[in-house]
């Protein structure tokens, strides 16, 4: 369900409209848009009655909301979401006709390590920081990450260099954390339908990057969004990075249809890492570009600079040096676009 509000409806018609929504037993989302705020409505089992609600100050109308999503559809807000994420060297958007750039290495290894990657990284301009401090690694037996000193770390980069931190939680426990210590909190793929994960982001007070489960269709990836909108936060981002297909000469199948797919049906913005994707440090840069001329919010990408050293994921990082051409080329394929990448 879906309540439309006057253009010029006041904060106290909105306010009430939501009070009134919340006094059912439901809950209540104002999305302010450019021209109106809607407010969605979900909790409800049942058909709401409409009357009580239209009858109210400054609703226009009530609409009932048949796709299985909702607070991520287009239907809730027509316009592009930009994400605003906070960081020492200031706000980094993603969505609308802003790019984001995200680098790092895949895993935090040591404050050495990051440093070094960091540094080496400062002068192609990129904003965002990734690495990860808790790893979900296939076998029990690889390296799993440093946990909260890993967190540290990257807290030391964050500023030293004045990078917004992206990292991933995989629990509850590393959420809280991640929470703490990072700018943004990543959910991975295999944990895209961890729905009680997916509900503790959605209470968090940080963007959500959200990665696509790698059997996932577009509706569950939407729906996994939906989940952490639904809790009240709705600073999500969408990244997609591959997913299993018959394909043998590729870890993935860097699936780059589904950015415009994305856009016909959500308002939020979609990153593409073609580093998970691929599999292949050769692939990164081609389908970097492909991504970011299908429409993708931004990249990101697996660096590393001893690659040949890293302890995950070695096979697909680039070096600081290759980023940075990376990063020159896309910068002029988004300005042809008019686009712009912070
Ligand atoms: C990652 O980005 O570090 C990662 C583990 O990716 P994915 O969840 O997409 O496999
Ligand atoms: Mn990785």
């Given at each position: 369900m879906l309540v439309v509000m006057q253009s010029h409806a006041s904060e106290a018609q909105i306010r009430s409209v939501c009070e009134k929504i919340e006094s059912l037993g439901l809950k209540a989302h104002p999305i302010p848009g450019a021209g109106r705020t809607a407010i969605g409505i979900t909790g409800n089992k049942d058909a709401v009655d409409l009357g009580v609600l239209e009858s109210m100050p400054g609703v226009v109308e009530c609409i009932p909301?048949?796709?299985?999503?909702?607070?991520?559809s287009l239907d809730v807000k027509s316009e592009a979401t930009i994400v605003r994420i906070p960081t020492p060297s200031g706000d980094v958007l993603v969505g609308g006709p802003h790019l984001a750039m995200t680098a790092g290495p895949c895993a935090v290894e040591t404050e050495e390590q990051c440093l070094a990657i960091a540094e080496q990284l400062q002068p192609t301009g990129v904003r965002l920081f990734r690495g990860g401090a808790y790893k979900p690694r296939t076998?029990?037996?690889?390296?799993q990450g440093l946990g909260l000193p890993g967190l540290k770390i990257l807290d030391q980069v964050r500023r030293h260099c004045g990078y917004g931190i992206v990292t991933e939680a995989i629990d509850n426990e590393s959420l809280d954390l991640v929470e703490e210590w990072a700018d943004v909190i990543q959910i991975g793929a295999r944990n895209m339908q961890n729905f009680s994960l997916l509900k503790r982001a959605g209470r968090a007070k940080k963007p959500v990057l959200l990665k696509r489960g790698m059997a996932a269709t577009l509706d569950e990836f939407l729906m996994a969004a939906e989940y952490v909108m639904s809790e009240?936060?709705?600073n999500v981002m969408l990244c997609e990075r591959g997913v299993r297909t018959f394909?043998?000469?590729?870890?993935?199948?860097?699936?780059?249809?589904?950015v415009p797919a994305v856009k016909k049906r959500s308002h939020l913005p979609i990153l593409v890492d073609p580093s998970h994707g691929t599999g292949k440090r050769h692939k990164v840069l081609p389908l970097s570009r492909a991504a970011v001329a299908v429409g993708a919010d931004g990249l990101l990408i697996e660096v590393h600079h001893q690659p040949e050293k890293a302890l995950s994921d070695g096979m697909q990082s680039i070096l600081p040096s290759e980023f940075a051409e990376l990063s020159n080329e896309i910068r002029q394929i988004a300005a042809v676009l008019r686009r712009s990448v912070n």
């Open positions: 909301v048949t796709k299985p999503y909702k607070l991520v076998s029990p037996y690889s390296f009240g936060n709705y394909s043998d000469f590729s870890r993935n199948t860097l699936d780059l249809a589904v």
